[in-house]
């Protein structure tokens, strides 16, 4: 019977203490907090739910902690000191003040987290499109912290004016151009307008092209009932295709081979004869010098692409 008192003791020492404590968290706007009281750790919902930003908290119980005042820049800058920091690019707003950014050099987030990723940066109370700035992260989430004033200005101007201009992500160049900038400058880009109604219609196009495609071989397996049995064969040849870079536009039972209708990524049609048992090539349906038989289906994709390369 002691021991349950001396419990319940230790329950009501700990729910003063809870309340009487005072504590500095960062919090977005719909967010929750969370303070370590005691040894234990308490997630909060904030009093205003609105309020982003850095607050100082008080807990009103075990669920919800009351928004008393916005913490100072020494208080901020104190609390953010005991993580580490790591340079991020600024892409774009996801919302509010949380940007969605990447990595300035890849290899320091991989040692960090075995993953270099886009990652929500939340707090950012400056900045702008490809700026670079330090977040620093508490095992759960990243914390802006300020811009890298050690960084070069010029880059983010050159990604800004090439995002003016549309430029795709494959074309973008300019000295000292990294790979990890052309990252951020694609996540940027694919937030465009101009972009997304392009991907768009570039949708439509592929799905006009793929109703054209099955509306073809539907009405060659009514006109040509052989090739119904083969429906398992043609998606073995259609992914050796793809994985390829090519595309299947038709097949056709020859006995022994297969006879394969497919177009490269250019939209080049060629036409070649493959071998059932495992797709080496008979006849690639070009002058390869005798030696067709040294390539399968897929690898005769990338064959005949690079044919100007020749070397026989």
């Known amino acids: 019977m002691a021991d349950i008192r001396n419990l319940l003791n230790q329950i009501a020492a700990q729910e003063v203490q809870l309340r009487d404590t005072q504590f500095l968290a960062p919090c977005v706007g719909g967010g929750k907090v969370r303070a370590s009281v005691a040894g234990m750790v308490y997630t909060f919902k904030p009093q205003p739910q609105e309020f982003e930003g850095w607050g100082i908290f008080q807990p009103m119980n075990e669920k919800k ?62 900045g702008a499109v490809f700026e670079p700035a330090i977040a620093r992260w508490d095992g759960a989430a990243w914390w802006f912290d300020e811009l890298d004033r050690r960084a070069d200005p ?61 509306t073809r071989r539907q009405q060659q397996v009514r006109q040509d009932p052989e090739r119904q049995a083969f429906s398992g064969d043609e998606s073995r040849v259609r992914d050796a295709l793809r994985m390829g870079g090519g595309e299947l536009e038709d097949v056709r039972d020859r006995g022994d081979f297969w006879q394969v209708e497919w177009t490269t990524r250019s939209g080049e049609r060629q036409i070649s004869a493959i071998a059932k048992r495992d797709l080496t090539v008979i006849s690639s349906g070009i002058c390869l010098s005798g030696r067709d038989r040294d390539f399968d289906l897929q690898s005769l994709v990338g064959v005949i692409e690079a044919r100007d390369n020749w070397d026989f």
């Open 65 to 126: 902690a009351e928004m008393l005042e916005e913490a100072n820049l020494p208080q901020v800058a104190e609390y953010l000191r005991l993580l580490k920091p790591l340079r991020l690019r600024l892409a774009y707003v996801l919302q509010g003040q949380t940007w969605l950014a990447y990595p300035v050099n890849e290899s320091d987030m991989q040692q960090r987290l075995g993953v270099a990723k886009p990652v929500p940066v939340y707090l950012v109370t400056e």
């Open 154 to 214: 010029l880059v983010a101007e050159q990604l800004k004016e090439q995002l003016r201009n549309g430029t795709e992500a494959e074309n973008l160049r300019f000295a000292g151009m990294t790979p990890e900038m052309r990252t951020v400058y694609d996540l940027a880009l694919q937030q465009t307008e101009e972009y997304q109604l392009r991907r768009q219609q570039q949708l439509e196009e592929e799905r006009l092209r793929q109703m054209r495609r099955g």
